[in-house]
């Protein structure tokens, strides 16, 4: 099968499957090439409808769910982007062809280099990938964002990521426990509101250092 094969088949089998139709999210997932953004021993697995292991326990998200992050966040030409977990990359990828500038956090010294290659190879501009713990004071750089992209999960809701939203700003953000996890769709109206919608169900591991609720014991 070839790779412009498989690449098709991805877009029409599992993204529009999983109502993703905005034609500009379509393109660009045709575009940005997703096999250079796979370790080398899953090369074969590039385009199939799984999760991708990239070590530390942590994966690439599944095309499907790639493209729901996407067109839901809608980011346009000249919005700063915040992305909380880079892994592969891929996601850091898409985002940067849609607006040219974002800034990617990754906890993992590897994972973070390995995505510096990967953007270089594919050459894609306007992705900085900075290693680094998203919960710890000041390491999301400051300021506002008009796009946010959690690409783990949030056991409870955090509200420090919302509150870097600049108004208008859109954040995707997965909450809760497995097996079912709920993908939000987060909006600033306001300078002390917030609008929340739920987008899907899905299930996807947990960032590194998130809080977790304390158990009961009896």
Same mark, same amino acid.
């Given at each position: 099968?070839?790779?412009?094969?498989?690449?098709?088949?991805?877009?029409?089998?599992?993204?529009?499957?999983?109502?993703?139709?905005?034609?500009?999210?379509?393109?660009?997932?045709?575009?940005?090439? *997703?096999? $250079?953004?796979?370790?080398?021993?899953? !090369?074969?697995? /590039?385009? &199939?409808?799984? %999760?991708?292991?990239?070590?530390? =326990?942590?994966?690439?998200?599944?095309?499907?769910?790639?493209?729901?992050?996407?067109?839901?966040?809608?980011?346009?030409?000249?919005?700063?982007?915040?992305?909380?977990?880079?892994?592969?990359?891929?996601?850091?990828?898409?985002?940067?062809?849609?607006?040219?500038?974002? *800034?990617? $956090?990754?906890?993992?010294?590897?994972? !973070?280099?390995? /995505?510096? &290659?990967?953007? %270089?190879?594919?050459?894609?501009? =306007?992705?900085?990938?900075?290693?680094?713990?998203?919960?710890?004071?000041?390491?999301?750089?400051?300021?506002?964002?008009?796009?946010?992209?959690?690409?783990?999960?949030?056991?409870?809701?955090?509200?420090?990521?919302?509150?870097?939203?600049?108004?208008?700003?859109?954040?995707?953000?997965?909450?809760?426990?497995?097996?079912?996890?709920?993908?939000?769709?987060?909006?600033?109206?306001?300078?002390?509101?917030?609008?929340?919608?739920?987008?899907?169900?899905?299930?996807?591991?947990?960032?590194?250092?998130?809080?977790?609720?304390?158990?009961?014991?009896?």
């Amino acid at each position: 099968m070839s790779t412009e094969f498989a690449r098709e088949q991805m877009i029409h089998q599992q993204i529009r499957a999983w109502d993703v139709l905005a034609p500009r999210v379509l393109e660009l997932l045709g575009q940005v090439p *997703r096999e $250079l953004f796979v370790p080398r021993e899953y !090369a074969g697995v /590039a385009f &199939a409808d799984m %999760e991708v292991p990239l070590g530390h =326990g942590e994966r690439m998200l599944a095309p499907k769910l790639v493209g729901r992050i996407l067109q839901a966040v809608e980011a346009a030409p000249g919005e700063r982007v915040l992305e909380i977990g880079t892994g592969s990359g891929y996601l850091t990828a898409c985002l940067a062809t849609q607006t040219g500038t974002v *800034r990617s $956090l990754e906890i993992h010294a590897d994972l !973070a280099a390995r /995505a510096r &290659a990967n953007l %270089e190879a594919a050459g894609i501009q =306007g992705g900085e990938v900075i290693h680094a713990d998203a919960f710890a004071p000041g390491a999301t750089g400051g300021g506002t964002f008009d796009v946010i992209v959690l690409t783990g999960s949030l056991p409870e809701p955090d509200e420090r990521f919302q509150r870097q939203l600049a108004l208008g700003g859109r954040m995707f953000v997965i909450v809760g426990e497995p097996p079912v996890m709920d993908a939000r769709l987060v909006r600033r109206v306001s300078e002390s509101e917030w609008s929340t919608e739920s987008l899907l169900e899905t299930s996807v591991r947990p960032l590194t250092g998130a809080h977790r609720p304390e158990s009961f014991s009896f």
